[in-house]
């Protein structure tokens, strides 16, 4: 079999393709908000929110995600973060809710810090709600 040297070149291509830039880095700082039912048609969800910021600008990331809602696909689940409307989301066809975005993409969210409240609203009604606080 010959060897061609243009096969060096398609192996880094691949290379970077697979093993390029990610988004992300070395975590400078991680919040966690524990969840709190103020519903109990919601007591059976699962829920995680995680706010993390990155040491070298690298972007934020906030990731909102609540599971098994007692909800109808396309209802929509309002997030505020201290009461000021953070996205409306349409509640997907495996009973899921959820808001994960980086900073760098089109869509802007606030920073947050230790202590700030997020408030998942239902029909006018608070349904769960917690207090992001320092990921030990």
Same mark, same amino acid.
């Given at each position: @079999?010959?060897? +061609? ?8 291509? %691949? ?8 988004k992300g880095g070395v975590v400078s700082t991680r919040l966690t908000a524990s969840m709190q039912v103020l519903d109990s048609r919601f007591? !059976? ?11 070298? !600008?690298?972007?934020? +990331?906030?990731?909102? =995600?609540?599971?098994?809602?007692? %909800?109808?696909?396309? =209802? =929509? ?7 000021? %409307? ?8 495996? %009973?899921?809710?959820?808001? !994960? ?9 606030? @920073?947050? +810090? ?23």
């Open positions: @079999m010959q060897f +061609h040297w243009w096969y060096i070149l398609v192996g880094i291509i %691949l290379f970077f393709i697979l093993f390029g830039k990610k007591q !059976d969800c699962k829920s995680e929110a995680d706010f993390t910021s990155f040491k070298n !600008d690298g972007p934020e +990331h906030i990731d909102i =995600e609540i599971e098994q809602l007692p %909800l109808k696909v396309n =209802e =929509e689940l309002e997030f505020l973060i201290n009461g000021n %409307l953070l996205a409306t989301v349409k509640v997907k066809r495996n %009973l899921e809710a959820e808001f !994960d975005h980086w900073a760098d993409e089109d869509i802007e969210f606030p @920073m947050v +810090h230790d202590g700030d409240e997020l408030i998942i609203v239902y029909d006018n009604t608070e349904v769960l709600k917690g207090i992001f606080r320092f990921n030990q």
